[in-house]
């Protein structure tokens, strides 16, 4: 399902940021970019992806940045002593040497650094912020589940009101279908051949019986609505009886007899694709 998330962590001297984008796919296939400095997070990183999402092909990037202006520097007191006894003993024996300027001592090798962020307070931070990303990426998910369940359930609506349509019109169409099939047998008996009469019985009797395909796709159709309101990881599910819906509409239409039949079962294959193209969307 398609969906972007992102979290944020400011540390001292360092910024977390973490960018989770997701789109369709048929399995769960995670894809890290990690810092160099932090590639030691990718088993956590894969594993957390996968106890939190079912489905689609994630990419999870995390950048690292330094902050220097707000950076806590450390002074090594130890060095500055014996820096500035060591002038000390160069102002004893150059007479009139001046003053040694603090700055010149700051600037000296090994008197300030930066105090580097803990690793283990880094990864803590850093998965925690990931948590952070994916609770919203998952927020994001429901809330298009949600638009996508109510497009399915209208399409549901509509497949029922067309197999409503079918069973209100069968009764006139097979009347139509008999007063052909009479048709046919005064011309057979006219002229006679059985073997044709025979065949134009048997194929009069199976275009007739479409109640078993009805009964299917309203069955198929029950089971869809239970599964959407049901809810959690669905869209295999969903998946497998959107083939069945498009089976059973596929032999309504290779069974019509008439127009309305063959229109009816059109706009059922056109209703049930539209749901198959957004179930790919559903986790």
Not at 146 to 163: H, K, P, S
Not at 203 to 227: S, W
């Amino acid at each position: 399902m398609t969906a972007f998330a992102r979290a944020d962590r400011h540390l001292t001297g360092a910024s977390l940021a973490w960018e989770i984008r997701s789109v369709n796919h048929r399995y769960l296939e995670v894809g890290p970019r990690l810092p160099e400095g932090l590639r030691a997070l990718e088993n956590d990183v894969r594993e957390r992806c996968r106890q939190r999402l079912g489905r689609g092909k994630v990419d999870v990037t995390l950048r690292y940045q330094t902050e220097e202006g707000e950076a806590e520097l450390e002074l090594n007191e130890t060095l500055v002593k014996h820096l500035a006894e060591a002038a000390r003993r160069v102002d004893d024996l150059v007479r009139h040497a001046g003053q040694v300027n603090p700055l010149e001592i700051l600037r000296f090798p090994g008197v300030l650094s930066t105090r580097e962020v803990d690793a283990d307070t880094l990864h803590a931070e850093a998965l925690a912020a990931l948590d952070e990303a994916l609770d919203a990426l998952i927020a994001t998910r429901d809330r298009e589940g949600e638009q996508l369940a109510r497009m399915v359930r209208e399409r549901l609506d509509g497949v029922g009101e067309q197999v409503a349509r079918i069973r209100q019109a069968l009764p006139a169409i097979r009347e139509a279908l008999r007063d052909r099939l009479r048709q046919r047998v005064q011309e057979a008996v006219e002229s006679p051949d059985p073997e044709r009469l025979e065949q134009e019985l048997v194929l009069a009797a199976q275009k007739m019986d479409v109640d078993e395909e009805l009964d299917r796709l309203e069955t198929h159709v029950a089971e869809v609505r239970r599964v959407v309101e049901k809810g959690g990881q669905v869209g295999r599910r969903l998946d497998f009886l959107m083939q069945e819906l498009n089976r059973e509409a596929n032999t309504l239409a290779s069974k019509s007899v008439d127009a309305e039949t063959t229109a009816a079962a059109v706009e059922l294959k056109v209703l049930i694709e539209q749901m198959r193209e957004q179930i790919q969307n559903i986790e």
